[in-house]
């Protein structure tokens, strides 16, 4: 059974830090692109990073450049999200996908199809 697992997630001050794991068991992570997304209460599922298979290529969404750095650790079939200086609108359920697509899919608005449950960020003081 395909399946991705994100952790992580929690409740942090603004300007503070959490790192993202999204672990996959079934398949051979190695072999897709990951993407992280998120959705916050009322808005629809917004792209914010993305991976491609190789590691080689990196995109970020505009409102986390400079902030979340996403990287992935094929021997242990685990992508990360290091989320830092973190804001009140970065507030979402986080959710990790996996496509044999490149992250121009995610830099487009689209979306990739295999799916964690999500893990919540909540920044508030």
């Known amino acids: 059974q395909l399946q991705l697992v994100e952790s992580g997630g929690g409740l942090v001050q603004p300007g503070g830090s959490l790192r993202l794991s999204c672990t996959a068991s079934?398949?051979?992570?190695?072999?897709?692109?990951i993407a992280w997304f998120r959705q916050a209460p009322g808005k629809e599922r917004e792209g914010v990073s993305c991976?491609?298979?190789?590691?080689?290529?990196?995109y970020y969404a505009d409102p986390v450049k400079g902030r979340f750095t996403i990287s992935r650790d094929n021997a242990k079939n685990t992508a990360y999200l290091q989320m830092n200086s973190l804001k009140p609108e970065d507030t979402a359920v986080y959710y990790c996908?996996?496509?044999?697509?490149?992250?121009?899919?995610?830099?487009?608005?689209?979306?990739?199809?295999?799916w964690g449950r999500g893990t919540q960020v909540t920044v508030s003081s």
């Open positions: 996908a996996a496509e044999d697509a490149p992250c121009t899919v995610v830099a487009g608005g689209g979306y990739f199809h295999s």
């Open positions: 079934g398949f051979t992570l190695g072999y897709y692109a």
């Open positions: 991976i491609s298979n190789s590691g080689r290529s990196t």
